[in-house]
């Protein structure tokens, strides 16, 4: 019998309710992650990525309507009472999220702060809660982690803070961890090393990885799969070499513009992409990106199906499947 996925989201939904009506935020989004795989979840700020990672933990505010299916271990996420869910998050599922000190207390030292993570998900000992929590400091890469583990929060630089974030999140030996936007707050010199070290870590514990971000750069060599979104929807995904060596979507392709290419000639310059992004309460009828493309026509005020471009990949756009060119009377590109 075929295995079940870690986590399988299927046809989500997520809109604001306001005064002013429904304002949508994430529409129709499917995606999966198999037990041990990294996947990358990329788009521009508004894209949606963030509401996206936070359903599966249901993180999100009192005013979302949510729709569609997020299964887990067999269970859809999205209809657990809150007491089951509360009992998950941490020790199933956790979070490292883009501000470590936000996350943690200034007035309690790191150390108390994962040990208590530990007891609550565990029955151990605090001796032996403290003791995996200093080994943690350590596995993740932390000078000294015994004399790290007494100190509070302004003790540690933006770095060292987001590798003990990523121990806390492993305290409870998690089955997925979901990473937003973990390197945003650190020097680019340091966002690197926090990839890799996450990329490592789940090789070495076996864990599922959603590696939310906007640079399309940081996945590279760290991720299996890449999800890329637009507007509140995915417009391409696939194998991390499709998408970087054989981008199918003008979106993605426009991403893969605007990152900068180590060993390229000196005289290349970025481009970036014409306009702004635009979320999904904003997005225009059809192919929501069609009001940035250079390669844009009529047929794209319509949406445009999904067209399989390899095996394991796909992408929303007319121009990706030449049958469609033809049938719209466009020139092969």
Known sequence: MPVEPLLEISGLDVSFVTRNGILPAVRDVSLRIEAGEAIGLVGESGSGKTMTAMSIMRLLPGNCAVGGSVRFGGRNLLELPERSLRQL????????????????????????????????????????????????????????PRERFGQYPHEFSGGMLQRALIAMALSCDPGLLVADEPTTALDVSIQRQIVLLL????RQLGMGLLLVTHDLGLLAGVVDRV????????????????????????????????????GGKAHQSLRPIPGLPVNAAEAPSG??????????????????????TSPGARSACWLADPALLTTTGQAAR
């Not at 990106?289 to 067209?307: G, L, N, Q, S, Y």
């Open 199 to 202: 990329d490592d870590l789940r």
């Open 287 to 308: 192919c929501a990106f069609r009001t940035r493309c250079t390669e844009a026509f009529d047929k794209c005020a319509e949406m445009p199906p999904w067209v399989q």
């Open 89 to 144: 998050r941490g020790s199933q599922i956790a979070l490292v999220s883009q501000n470590a000190l936000v996350a943690f207390n200034p007035m309690v030292t790191v150390g108390h702060q994962i040990t208590e993570q530990i007891r609550a998900h565990q029955k151990v000992s605090r001796q032996e809660a403290a003791d995996k929590a200093v080994a943690l400091l350590e596995m993740t890469g932390l000078p000294d």
């Open 227 to 262: 999800y890329v979104m637009y507007a509140g929807r995915i417009v391409e995904e696939g194998p991390v070499e499709d998408i970087y060596y054989r981008p199918h979507h003008p979106y993605t392709q426009a991403l893969l513009e605007a990152v900068p290419h180590t």
